[in-house]
């Protein structure tokens, strides 16, 4: 199975800063790499499909690049709403894995 | 308006068996591919199981065998047989749709979940 790292696995952020975070595959998964945030007591939500796809709706303070290996979900300038936890998933092969998540506070 | 929604959470001892049901809306649940990704209390996301519109179901190691998931097109549902329940299989279990677009995979739309516990 490809495994997934997520990085920071959590982080606090003023309003308006920057966030990063990152998350590797075990073994080359070309662009096939998915976002979701989910909020406390809700299902997730997709933000990103193919690496870098934004999904219908989703706030164009949210962005991500990567392939191969290595992947960045950006967060432009964070907003209170945004406070959740990240997951990347891989959607290479089955069985579809996902990273142990980041979760974004704010400071 | 495309909606997913589960039923039939519930406490099981273990060994027992459930079966979940998730129905769509707004959509046909024999044209995409369904899945069902659980999350214990507390954790990540696990991918279980997946349909594909032609029938073919492919499952997680640590379900296969245990669990089964189906289609019932003249109710656009899908369900999930599960048996010899263990305690590790405790977890809100959401049922989620993957448009596939072309080769790509994902998971655009998700129900609210519904709750296993299997406890004695």
């Known amino acids: 199975d490809i495994q997934m790292t997520q990085s920071p696995s959590s982080l606090s952020a003023s309003v308006g800063d920057r966030v990063t975070i990152t998350c590797r595959a075990s073994?080359?998964?070309?662009?096939?790499l998915n976002w979701y945030q989910q909020k406390p007591g809700q299902p997730p939500k997709l933000l990103i499909y193919s690496a870098s796809t934004l999904q219908s709706g989703v706030p164009s303070r949210f962005s991500g690049s990567g392939s191969g290996t290595d992947f960045t979900l950006i967060i432009s300038s964070l907003q209170s709403e945004d406070v959740a936890t990240y997951y990347c998933q891989q959607s290479y092969t089955t069985p579809w894995t996902f990273g142990q998540g980041a979760k974004v506070e704010i400071k | 308006e495309v909606q997913v929604v589960e039923s039939g959470g519930d406490l099981v001892p273990p060994g027992g068996s459930l079966r979940l049901s998730c129905v769509g809306s707004g959509f046909t649940v024999n044209s995409t591919y369904m899945n069902w990704v659980r999350q214990a209390p507390g954790k990540g996301l696990e991918w279980v199981a997946v349909?594909?519109?032609?029938?073919?179901?492919y499952y997680a190691d640590s379900v296969k065998g245990r669990f089964s998931i189906s289609r019932d097109n003249s109710k656009n549902m899908v369900h999930l047989q599960m048996k010899s329940l263990r305690a590790e299989d405790t977890a809100v279990y959401y049922c989620?749709?993957?448009?596939?677009?072309?080769?790509?995979?994902?998971?655009?739309?998700w129900g609210q979940g519904a709750l296993v516990t299997v406890s004695s």
């Open positions: 989620a749709r993957d448009p596939r677009l072309g080769w790509l995979q994902f998971f655009d739309y």
């Open positions: 073994q080359s998964i070309s662009t096939f």
């Open positions: 349909i594909f519109p032609g029938g073919s179901t």
